[in-house]
């Protein structure tokens, strides 16, 4: 592992990419080095978390883990309502929801589930997170159908969208609460006596101090979201080359790039075992753009004077509420396999090519 | 306890609240007493339930609590039939179930949870109820869909209700067989070795002999019954002057007038950790509607000649689905604590909104 | 048991049938002949499945009997597909999963349920088949909620199609890997310590050696699809003269028959407290029909140079929704008893009655 994290190619990559970035290199170029560096950062984060992880336990390092991965997204999403270019904040909503309860869950399953034959987390946890999901899609669900129904006038549009944002992020930071403080224990990680098949290379301890671990999360945070902006940049031009969908690249090509960062953490914890804190930080994610990050942003379109409402299309609704359902029913009885995390990538596949055709 | 059900107080207001009934004080007077009346039986009712659950066992004074409780509901939807007022009736068919499910059973999690860390009650009967909860949606959605895509004949409308209802009587009887004779043992409650976090005021036995917690819990549902329909006479002139529309005051006013017992009842055996009665009188009173009251009153229109159909509207069958989903997600584990109580009232919350707005 | 496969009515009653098949004896009573005829070979079948299954283990046995089973629907399925009847084809699948799900496997809680009070399965099992069933669904409602909504184009409904078609039968495959080769102990059978409440009659090994009965395995199912396609035969002119619909034929009618070695074997199995065979047969026949002959006939069709799509009535999609989220709330405990066989059966009549109406 310590090899992987070449500090010398991290650092190289990084500065080609803003490079590229600011002198306006080609975009094609841009793409390709930026695609690269964000290995590179993703990498460093996921080394990060898992030492502050090692510090702090699995479920608060899968929670920062998270944080500072939609952080990004957080910053992104504001800058496009500023601009008022809802559908595509509503996409890459979608996508990121998506993709963190399909691709990020999914390739963590998998790739932990080929090491370990079955791995175990907090049952509890599994079925709190379960309903939390349950709740976010009721939330976006109902004003959905009492508007497509035209049960309500255009007016209440907003109204709705206000309350039930305020009730979503309530209800978040008291899950905060419930999760850090109240009944922390409750939910913590099994104690995994995981002996690994090739018996050989467990780890010893973490490669970092506390301090040091806390300083490169923050650091390893802050240059995956420039690294994902200068990419996400490259797209516009570069996508319509290929004529893909304003809605595929927002809910596929951005949300995949945008979460490199949770990916490539979640996928190695899973491998050491840890898959309490990959299916955290996968599910999680997702809980918290969909109950945080979303009705943020529609209070804040607010300020900029720009309403936005929480009414998704009914296909993005179908594909969140599929995710959801899937995931929900893979992840409850805190047992998962590799055959498990293959069916979340299935039902993400069958999405993508969807969405594709759209 | 003993000193919050003042006898004194309680036949007070019984007896004020219907002096203004039947010498037609004005609305909001009447409105305000009855109001206040409500309060002392309900509470009444849930100390003979209690009483009751201490010589029969929990479920079984969970089950006779819900049929008392219903048996107001069917009257009232009986009398409203009668006057051919289908939707006012379906109107709180939907309410009654949604707020059983979302607002009884969400307050009893959570003032339950505040006071024990987690409440366990039999997980094979958490499993049993939301198999039953998921057969009464079925019950509801197949006809709405089959006449929504038109491939159904008006005509088939009456026939499908009346063969719908019917199974579904025949399944709820079998239920009350399955629970009460060939099942008891194994949907028995878990026991409870609670040892409340304040380490004292432990119960000491039941405040009435069994004899008289029977007749005090037969006299309880109907001074329930007669205080909730005089407070639901007061309603319509009342809530002309706040404007609300008559589907909000169906499914929300009244069915949380018309479920304070339940409420009650539920609340206060939450709170001395019989979480497995209260869930008992919040889920099985919502199946009773759904599998009994509802079938029998579809029948009953037939015999006054004026036939209702089991047809709801698709936001009522929405609102009953999302109520399933999240309550069924939260019980299935037979695990509460306060965050699942907040989850489900969140969601009584936006639906609550939803209905206030159309 | 082994009186009532009477190997000399099996015998006489298939002649019979093949006879009046050929010989073109009237409709009615060719139908009479061989719905007998399908008894005796379905017993013969179940019982070969039974002694096959006894030597394989319960999974493997149930495996292969679904398996066989669904031969007969896939050759029955691409002559269908050649003549183009795209509409019978996806009715019999749809009566094939629903009929499956709710009237093989309710059949099965219900009858083991009454002999044994409990009935217990590998819960991990039950989880994993949930979660494949969910795919299913997922599979068949995202390509039709994308071109109901309009957001495809028709052109793309055949790419679509075939892609999804295509991620089904990996998955399929991937599952009978998992499954039957790195996770075959996992899933494995529970011990069952079953002491029949008779006390008595205990079985006594199997009545045929391991290679006889392969054999018979063979042969029976080779009957069971002969017979089937002579009775499904009689039907066209048969339900003409009942006026019943073709969906209705299709879904259910000819599922029931096209399904009775399924019935009988699983039922059988349930009542020798087999239940975990009894759920494969049940559970793994309706997902190797959604999962494999569904997908693999879109790809035969496709060779005749008729393409069939994925995409399925909203009112089937309806009813194969609610089947597998009843089945899985049903068996996602691996506890099942009367009441639970009893609930499907329900859900079964309520889409049986609705179906007829059409």
Chains 1, 2, 3 share one sequence.
Do not use: C
């Not at 002198?23 to 964000?38: K, Y």
């Not at 595929?248 to 899973?270: C, T």
Request: cysteine-free; charged content about 15%.
């Amino acid at each position: 592992m310590k090899k992987f994290i070449s500090p010398g190619l991290l650092v190289l990559t990084f500065l080609l990419s803003a490079i590229g970035h600011y002198a306006h290199w080609p975009d094609t170029l841009q793409f390709i080095i930026s695609a690269i560096a964000v290995i590179f950062v993703a990498g460093f984060l996921g080394k990060a978390t898992e030492s502050v992880a090692h510090y702090a336990g699995q479920r608060l390092g899968g929670f920062l883990n998270a944080t500072f991965g939609n952080a990004a997204e957080l910053i992104i999403g504001i800058l496009l309502v500023r601009e008022g270019m809802f559908e595509t904040v509503k996409a890459s909503i979608t996508g990121s929801i998506i993709g963190n309860l399909l691709l990020v869950l999914g390739l963590s399953l998998f790739a932990g589930g080929l090491k370990y034959k079955v791995q175990r987390f907090n049952v509890p946890l599994a079925n709190m997170n379960g309903s939390l999901m349950i709740v976010a899609v009721i939330a976006l669900f109902i004003p959905a159908i009492f508007l497509q129904t035209h049960v309500l006038h255009e007016e209440d549009r907003t109204t709705l969208s206000l309350v039930v944002g305020g009730i979503l992020i309530v209800a978040y930071i008291l899950w905060l609460v419930f999760s850090m403080i109240t009944h922390k224990k409750y939910l913590s990680d099994v104690v995994e006596e995981h002996k690994p098949e090739d018996g050989a290379a467990e780890e010893h301890g973490p490669a970092w101090s506390k301090k040091r671990s806390i300083l490169y999360l923050i650091l390893a945070t802050v240059m995956v979201a420039f690294v994902s902006e200068w990419l996400v940049h490259t797209l516009d031009t570069f996508t319509q080359k290929f004529g893909l969908s304003e809605i595929f690249v927002g809910a596929f090509v951005v949300a995949i790039i945008g979460n490199a960062a949770e990916h490539s953490a979640a996928v190695l914890l899973a491998m050491k075992n840890k898959i309490g804190a990959a299916v955290e930080i996968a599910v999680g994610s997702s809980l918290q753009i969909s109950l945080f990050v979303a009705p943020v942003l529609i209070f804040i379109s607010h300020l900029f004077g720009k309403p936005m409402d929480i009414v998704f299309t009914i296909i993005e609704l179908a594909a969140i509420g599929v995710s959801v359902f899937i995931a929900k029913s893979i992840i409850q009885d805190g047992q998962t396999n590799w055959y498990e995390g293959l069916l979340l990538l299935s039902v993400y596949a069958i999405l993508g090519v969807s969405f594709y055709l759209v």
